[in-house]
């Protein structure tokens, strides 16, 4: 080899720190490559926002992370409850008095309930007063009506688990409401209670609704959510340049960069 080569060759060699990058970064390389996965989440993470985006859009995270607290303090709750009427309350017992940290996962569940609801409203009201749920967003407005409807079926579920005084008269109040309703009422009621009387089969019904099947659609809920989200950008707040239709003086996002996936336009624009 000439002597120029051999000094390019030691120039271009990998130091120690490069050659520990590469091994360290194998596994995403090796993921990435055959997934796209990481260039996914880095989209989701890393795209563009409005400048002016502000803590009022950290509510939909916060509802986010509050969901998420309730899936995972539910599945370890799930791992020692009984949901038959002669256990049900006896299990509760022994998780809140004698399973280690059982009091503060049935705490954090319970509490946790309500802060979910309450994010989640705060949430809506926040979309509502920035006026977010008009064109494009119609859409992630009606997605979150039925996240909220189900966030609540979620609690009225939960509370007839305990099994006690409590929460067998708020069940039976609850069934009752439910059988006022015009038409469907009487067929709603007899689905909840599942027989003549609240009883072992109300208690499974609930359990079973409560812990699979609307968690499940809260979760396809979510995931249709959030791809809108990042599918149309995130709204900019009302008092803001943008919203008032104003040059933000901001230079215009590079060719294929933008806020979102698309670049809502008011009806009728191109000549539609
Ligand atoms: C489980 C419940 C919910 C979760 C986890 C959730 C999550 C999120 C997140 C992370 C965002 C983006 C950041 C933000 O704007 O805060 C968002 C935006 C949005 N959410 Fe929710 N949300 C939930 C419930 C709701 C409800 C109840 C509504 C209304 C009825 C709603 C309507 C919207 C709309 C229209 C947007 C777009 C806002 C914009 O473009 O500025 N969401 N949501």
């Given amino acids: 080899m000439a002597l120029s080569d051999r000094g390019a060759a030691i120039a271009t060699a990998p130091t120690r720190g490069d050659q520990l990058k590469h091994v360290a970064l194998y596994p ?14 880095k989209y989701f993470l890393f795209r563009k926002v409005p400048r002016d985006t502000s803590w009022f859009h950290t509510l939909g995270s916060a509802t986010l992370t509050a969901f998420l607290v309730q899936a995972i303090t539910g599945v370890v709750l799930a791992m020692y409850y009984k949901p038959d009427p002669e256990t049900a309350y006896a299990s509760i017992q022994f998780i809140t008095n004698d399973l280690t940290l059982g009091w503060l996962v049935r705490g954090m569940h319970k509490w946790g309930a309500s802060v979910f609801i309450i994010l989640m409203f705060f949430h809506m009201a926040r979309v509502f007063l920035f006026g977010a749920y008009k064109y494009p967003r119609e859409l992630n407005w009606i997605i979150g009506v039925l996240l909220l409807a189900m966030g609540m079926l979620e609690g009225f579920t939960g509370y007839l688990l305990p099994w006690d005084q409590t929460a067998y008269w708020a069940t039976v109040v609850g069934i009752n409401l439910n059988g006022t309703a015009p038409v469907l009422g009487p067929f709603l009621a007899q689905f909840l209670s599942g027989g003549a009387e609240i009883g072992s089969d109300t208690l499974s019904k609930f359990y079973s609704l409560h812990m699979l099947v609307i968690p499940g659609a809260i979760i396809g809920l979510i995931v249709l959510h959030l791809y809108l989200v990042i ?9 803001s340049d943008e919203a008032a239709g104003r040059d933000r003086g901001e230079p215009p996002p590079p060719k294929g960069g933008r806020r979102g996936l698309t ?10």
């Avoid at 390389?29 to 997934?35: I, T």
């Avoid at 670049?263 to 539609?272: E, S, Y």
């Fill in 28 to 41: 995403l390389d090796w993921l990435e490559e055959r997934s796209g996965l990481v260039g996914g989440i």
């Fill in 263 to 272: 670049q809502p336009k008011p009806r009728g624009a191109n000549g539609q």
């Fill in 231 to 239: 599918r149309l950008g995130v709204t900019s707040p009302p008092w």
